[in-house]
């Protein structure tokens, strides 16, 4: 009898689990694309709510940290390393069984000007060299084997006619900055993958350079693995042609491609790129009360054509991470001036777009 009775409990148990996952498949990002490529997110720090942290637990296998790992957050004053927050973040990351992608070491933007400067006039390039040295080993060190990848340098390439961004890391050390930089980390840090990241490097004119950088830095035994092309596009100019030319070409390079800042602004704009130097005058705000339903298709649409295409060359992709949880945590609403913006797969109330079903819809249609 008390057998007839287990084997009833068990028949039960079993029909219902399969209703259960008949009723509610597995809908997530992170699942979707597991076959294929990580599915990132970046987060600002630990201080979420809790209905954002189960949002970000469900679909993303990967967290990139959108400040608090940049020069200006650890390293405020030489020898003084403040890795409080950067901690919680990789601490959290790890008690919930996803993995850290570190950004970023060397920068322009949010880089404090200790690291240029000796008694009031500008350091010479071998005090510069060794300062950039010391963070990097100081701060990749300290996060070996606790982070998958570093952006070792980000943004180096000129948007203009330069070949490389006269920034103060290039008029204080020379172009070998960049090599010094992923040599250092390499050092500190025997395991991370090491990107070079950067925006707009796939479209023509800097995709050359991008490839100058990547050639430069083979010749010069620096250890690149990766190339980040950051992602932040805008609707109806998304360059998808050009995406998957890049994407060919890195990989070509024998290195692996993530999309590693994804967003679609969806407001019009003067100005493109991702330069956080870059203001625009204005005060319009057209969707500060929605998004109209032809727009969301619009967005929905092309995140879909994206996806596409990360999946057609997953064989050459690591990883695809969104800059923002959800609408209401993406910078673009204060890039390039403050606006109502409605970029990513999840609104406001954190519920899922139209666009998250069109993703995930293009990676039903590749299994
Ligand atoms: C942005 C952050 O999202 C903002 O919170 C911050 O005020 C400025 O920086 N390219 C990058 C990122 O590599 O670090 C930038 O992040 C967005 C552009």
Known sequence: ??????????VVFIFTSAYISAAEPDDSLKSAFA???DIGVAI???????????????????????????????????????FGSSDALVEMARSNGITVNGHTLIWHSQCPNWFFTDNGKPAERELVLKRMREHIAGVAGH???????WDVVNEAI????EYLRKSKWLTSIGEDFIAEAFIAARLADPKAD??????????????EKALRVIRDLKKRNAPITGVGIQGHWALDRVPFKAIEDAIIAFHAEGLKVSITELDIDVVPRSSFGADISTREKGSDDPYANGLPADIQKRLADQYAQLFALFLKHSDKMSRVTFWGLHDGRSWLNGFPRRRTNHPMLFDRSLQPKPALDAVLGAAKQHE
């Not at 707009?200 to 995709?207: C, P, S, V, Y």
Request: aromatic fraction near 10%; proline fraction near 4%; hydrophobic fraction near 30%.
């Open 35 to 37: 076959k294929r490529f």
């Open 194 to 207: 090491l990107i070079y990241n950067d925006y707009g490097i796939e479209l023509g004119g800097k995709r």
């Open 1 to 10: 009898m008390r057998i007839m009775r287990i084997l009833n409990y068990l």
């Open 158 to 161: 000129d948007d203009g006619r």
């Open 44 to 82: 600002p720090g630990t201080n979420l709510k809790d209905s954002e942290k189960a949002l970000l637990l469900k679909h993303f296998s990967t967290i990139t940290s959108e400040n608090s790992m940049k020069p200006q957050s650890l390293h405020p004053d030489e020898g003084r390393y403040e």
């Open 143 to 149: 996060y070996a084997g606790k982070v998958a990848s």
